[in-house]
């Protein structure tokens, strides 16, 4: 008796569409995303069982770590406008380059006098720079001018009050994050959020 011949068929598939939806969602994801800004003051936040969700607008974040204190608060224009107040403040002339500039930084560290220099130095280079710290001594107190400018920027721009925020490093020394607190209080900042790393419950 004759044997029946099954015929073959193609076990091969086609992966065009597939394809085609993966470089599309790649495609979307790509274009729809912000680059993370790179941190001015790494700090390693201490560990928290509760988290707050902080503001998304209106909010400037004091970073500690080091023995140095940086500033940066959220929104372009805010930046530029809170800059232009420390301009005038310091008699110093920022140009239009150095404002646009300021406003992609998300936290600076350097001292006002030496802030055109470092606003016009290549990308590159200053990503590398070592920043000092904003001073906070009696007889050079800007870490009180930035707040102070900021909290005027964010109300003539938006009519509306700054928040602020702490962000130290769990290793830094209390006096540091005192002198801070005790700046915010002088201006009658009272309420301000605490930057916390999540712990977990049973540690």
């Known amino acids: 008796m004759a044997k029946v011949k099954m015929s073959k068929k193609s076990m091969r598939v086609d992966m065009t569409a597939m394809c085609d939806v993966s470089f599309l969602l790649l495609t979307f994801f790509v274009l729809t995303s912000t680059a993370k800004l790179p941190e001015a003051l790494p700090v390693d936040t201490p560990a928290s069982t509760v988290q707050t969700k902080l503001p998304e607008t209106n909010l400037a974040t004091l970073t ?16 530029k406008e809170t800059l232009s107040q420390m301009g005038q403040k310091y008699n110093i002339d920022f140009t239009e380059k150095e404002k646009e500039e300021f406003s992609n930084l998300e936290g600076i560290g350097t001292p006002i ?19 000092v710290g904003i001073p906070t001594d009696s007889l050079d107190n800007q870490l009180k001018d930035w707040v102070q400018s900021a909290r005027v ?6 009519n509306k009050v700054l928040d602020v925020a702490i962000k130290g490093d769990a290793k830094e020394e209390y006096p540091t994050i005192k002198k801070v607190i005790d700046i915010l209080q002088d201006q009658k900042v009272n309420r301000f959020f605490l930057v916390t790393g999540l712990r977990n419950e049973d540690f």
């Open 113 to 131: 006098t030496a802030l055109k220099q470092f606003l016009n130095l290549p990308h590159d280079v200053r990503n590398k720079a070592v920043q």
């Open 64 to 79: 500690i770590g080091e023995h140095k204190v940086f500033f940066g608060v959220l929104g372009k224009e805010n930046r």
């Open 153 to 158: 920027a964010v109300r003539d721009l938006d």
